[in-house]
């Protein structure tokens, strides 16, 4: 369990604006270990974390594609039933609000990966370690 840096860039909801944006982490060796995208009417939300979010940054940068940085969760755990709500109770129980989560994982997995992002990282890092 982490705090790391999420990467968000807002793309035009077009046909083949994922794939470049893939196509470029992909030139540069940046591996991306959880995305979600979420989209408007005109444009698409795409929240990343990769294996080098500096060099991502610079890449869209270079691109001019709009980034925003944030600080998440990165949360590797079981796969088994229980394992979020065991989270998220120990998080409400310290007033830590969960504004939004990802994950995914095979069904025959044994480990999973969740992304949170909370109303305070350091402290919901405390409250899940200790």
């Known amino acids: ?6 990467l968000a860039l807002f793309l035009a909801n077009r046909p083949g604006a994922l794939a470049r944006v893939c196509e ?8 991306i270990f959880a995305l979600t995208i979420s989209d408007t009417v005109d444009h ?5 974390v990769v294996s ?9 940068d270079q691109h001019g594609t709009l980034v925003v940085q944030t600080e998440v969760l990165m949360i590797g755990g079981d796969n088994r039933p229980g394992s ?4 998220a109770m120990k998080l409400a129980a ?6 939004y989560a ?3 994982t095979s069904p025959s997995s044994k480990k999973g990966l969740l992304i949170l992002r909370v ?11 200790g």
């Open 102 to 104: 990802y994950c995914a």
């Open 44 to 48: 698409s939300v795409v929240r990343l």
């Open 52 to 60: 080098d979010t500096d060099r991502a940054q610079e890449i869209f």
């Open 84 to 87: 979020l709500a065991q989270i």
């Open 24 to 31: 470029a982490l992909s030139a540069a060796k940046i591996n």
């Open 119 to 129: 109303s305070n990282p350091q402290k919901a890092l405390k409250v899940l370690n």
């Open 94 to 99: 310290a007033k830590i609000n969960i504004e």
């Open 1 to 6: 369990m982490e705090i790391t840096r999420q």
